[in-house]
């Protein structure tokens, strides 16, 4: 399937997880790519990924760190540059640390809040002009079932996460006349470098029987990251031209 083969697509969090199956499902859809994360290690892996499925011809790998503004606006220059234009913006970066409330420190709740919800507005804002300007411009933005859905010891994680949400539903309104859909994916329990060390970035005493409800109501284990690559995929072709200023879920049914 070649959905997206004039695409011109910035994605970050591209290194690992669900920003890397992204990125390179992306690229199997016809898609030209620019890859962007803080791990260059990881972008490196990505490349290699898709030199062996044989689409790094249409893949730059770029470092950002998406909570510093200097490095974001210097980022999507070159990428808006590279590509010749810009019709897609997926913001996959994130960091997630778990603290009892109480315990959390003003420095923690900061880092989570620049990184995710401030990260995601730099990004956004920076890439804005080309985006308006392709016409057909597609902001996806990840929130989590963290904002919906109460997850213990995530407070600030899922204040941000809230944040997106918010955050997108307001640039789907606002450009609307010109032609931006807005739109958030939400997963919950996906494999990722997250959800795969969860168990060292909550606090030692963590009660798990608190995660109980977030099990996935129709799998055994957690789903691959491609399961949402294909959404994504989904939402920046034109099979998603009529979705805008929402929520997709994709968590096997964890809250229903």
């Given amino acids: 399937m070649q959905r997206l083969t004039d695409r011109r697509i910035l994605i970050t969090g591209a290194a690992s997880g669900i920003g890397q199956a992204t ?9 030209r790519v620019v890859a962007a994360d803080i791990a260059e290690d990881g972008l ?16 730059t790998v770029t470092p950002v760190d ?7 606006t210097e980022v999507v220059s070159s990428a808006v540059s590279a590509l010749g234009g810009l019709d897609a913006l997926v913001n996959t970066a994130a960091i997630l640390r778990g603290a009892h409330t109480h315990d959390c420190s003003l420095e923690l709740w900061n880092r989570i809040i620049t990184v995710n919800l401030t990260g995601t507005f730099l990004m956004t804002r920076a890439a804005l002009p080309a985006l308006l300007e392709s016409g057909r411009g597609v902001v996806v933005n990840f929130s989590s079932t963290a904002a919906f859905y109460a997850h213990p010891f995530m407070a600030a ?16 309104l606002e450009y609307s006349k ?21 168990g060292s ?6 009660d798990w029987n608190l995660f109980l409800k977030l099990t996935s109501a129709i799998s055994d284990g957690l789903p691959g990251p491609e399961n949402v690559a294909g959404v994504v995929a989904m939402l920046v072709s034109d ?4 979705i805008t200023g929402t929520e997709i879920r994709v968590d096997g049914g964890a809250h229903m």
């Avoid at 994680?157 to 789907?172: D, E, N, Q, V």
């Avoid at 970035?201 to 963590?206: A, K, Q, Y």
């Avoid at 099979?239 to 009529?242: I, V």
């Fill in 23 to 31: 990125a390179l499902r992306l690229l199997a859809e016809g898609a």
């Fill in 44 to 59: 490196k892996q990505t490349l290699a990924l898709a030199t062996e499925q044989g689409t790094a011809d249409r893949l």
């Fill in 66 to 72: 998406i909570a510093d503004e200097g490095s974001v």
């Fill in 157 to 172: 994680y899922s204040a941000s996460k809230g944040g997106i949400a918010s955050f997108t539903h307001s640039l789907a």
């Fill in 178 to 198: 010109q032609g931006l859909r807005a739109v958030n994916v939400v997963p919950g329990g996906i494999s990722s470098g997250i959800t795969n060390n969860i």
């Fill in 201 to 206: 970035l909550v606090p030692e005493d963590t």
């Fill in 239 to 242: 099979d998603g031209a009529f």
